[in-house]
């Protein structure tokens, strides 16, 4: 994770920070987002955004942390334009 970090390339940092979520690795999406990976965006991981996974994932501190991380909790799916709301009460 060092070289990633290291290299500083928020795309691939996104495709990690979509990993640790799914695996409910809060230490490592610290890392990752204090690293520069993208907090905020819906194109990299079947249209949802890092908050939308940990919403959907049930993982409460990693939803706190990236609301804390400017994560935007009214963001809407970049394909049904749902919000992270409407995405955890529908999935």
């Avoid at 809060?26 to 919403?55: E, F, K, N, Q």
Wanted: hydrophobic share 50%; aromatic share 8%; with cysteine.
């Amino acid at each position: 994770m060092r070289d990633l970090l290291d290299e500083g390339d928020p795309i691939e940092m996104s495709d990690e920070l979509m990993d640790a979520i799914r695996a409910g690795d809060l230490t490592t999406v610290r890392v990752l987002v204090d690293g520069g990976a993208i907090v905020h965006d819906t194109r990299w991981y079947r249209w949802l955004s890092p908050l939308m996974v940990a919403c959907q994932a049930g993982f409460l501190e990693t939803v706190l942390f990236l609301i804390d991380k400017g994560a935007d909790p009214f963001e809407k799916n970049a394909v049904s334009a749902m919000s992270v709301t409407m995405h955890t009460l529908l999935f």
